[in-house]
């Protein structure tokens, strides 16, 4: 976490090419962690483990690197092991590797350039962030980061307090949320409900609805349609003064057949110049009139 990620993005993508990290000797030599950190990770920051996690001897520390359109995750387990016995504590690993997710979460990876203060700042945040929701106390989240990190600041990476100031914002951030939802009820995880929506219903009088034109079917002829000046198609209901909304009337460029009758499924019927209402199989089954 000490050298700029130029340097770790060009070894790695030395490593990546020469199969070191794909099958080689040295990553072989190296077993991987008992306990899946990269997905007890990413389960408490909601995502899912588009991540590869990779031990190789040939990286000095750790590094979040891109190649071959992949986000790695590269250690050194020897590196790893050495900061979790100083620190005496486990939790100094996973937060090597929650600073290093931190990179590629925030855009990091995705940039030109090396390391700078900025973004080690933003992973460090991060990765308190993570430790807190995943139970580390917030010594447990810093210490590795006491350990490893320098006592000034340099033109790539902060000093030791400024570090260990960001994984505090970072692990208070998550404490935060953890106490506020201690103390209130949990929200209903009651599934939204979906229910049918109605047609549109309006009173059915002369004088609030206008028709220019009327569909009378073969196989009802005593329930016709009719067409608004909106060339809304409506069905009357004369008992309960109502009209619902069943269709439209929509214009084509068909000189044959001008307007298309389409319902509430999508159905579509043609209505020619003469006034006949076809089927898509080319059978008239109805006629559009005068509405008197």
């Not at 308190?128 to 010594?139: D, E, I, P, Q």
């Not at 490893?148 to 949320?177: C, E, F, K, M």
């Not at 979906?194 to 569909?215: N, W």
């Not at 209505?271 to 008197?292: C, E, K, T």
């Amino acid at each position: 976490m000490t050298h700029t990620r130029t340097f770790r993005r060009l070894l790695a993508s030395m490593l990546l090419s020469v199969g070191l990290l794909t099958g080689g000797a040295a990553m072989a030599a190296q077993p991987a962690p008992q306990r899946d950190v990269l997905r007890e990770i990413t389960d408490v920051v909601g995502l899912k483990p588009r991540f590869e996690l990779r031990a190789t001897t040939q990286v000095e520390n750790a590094a979040a690197v891109v190649y071959g359109g992949k986000r790695f995750l590269l250690y050194n387990p020897n590196f790893v092991a050495a900061v979790n016995r100083a620190s005496r504590t486990d939790w100094a690993g996973v937060s090597i590797l929650a600073h290093e997710m931190g990179h590629h979460l925030n855009g990091h990876t995705l940039q030109g350039g090396g390391s700078n203060p900025s973004d080690e700042l933003e992973a460090d945040e991060f990765s308190g962030f993570v430790l807190r929701k995943m139970g580390a106390s917030l010594s447990e989240a810093q210490t590795a980061m006491a350990v490893v990190s320098q006592d000034y600041d340099s033109p790539t990476h902060p000093g030791r307090p400024t570090r260990l100031a960001a994984i505090g914002r970072g692990w208070q951030q998550a404490n935060g949320q953890i106490v506020a939802s201690a103390r209130t009820t949990a929200p209903s995880a009651q599934p939204v409900a979906i229910t049918p929506r109605p047609a549109p219903v309006q009173p059915a009088s002369q004088q609030a609805i206008s028709f220019v034109g009327k569909l009378t079917f073969r196989d009802n002829p005593a329930q016709p349609l009719y067409i608004t000046k909106g060339l809304n198609v409506v069905r009357l209901d004369q008992d309960d003064h109502t009209a619902a909304v069943v269709g439209r009337l929509t214009r084509s460029s068909s000189a044959d057949f001008p307007f298309v009758l389409i319902d509430g499924q999508q159905r579509r019927l043609y209505v020619s110049a003469q006034g006949g209402i076809f089927n898509p199989q080319g059978q008239q089954i109805g006629r559009l009139s005068d509405p008197s």
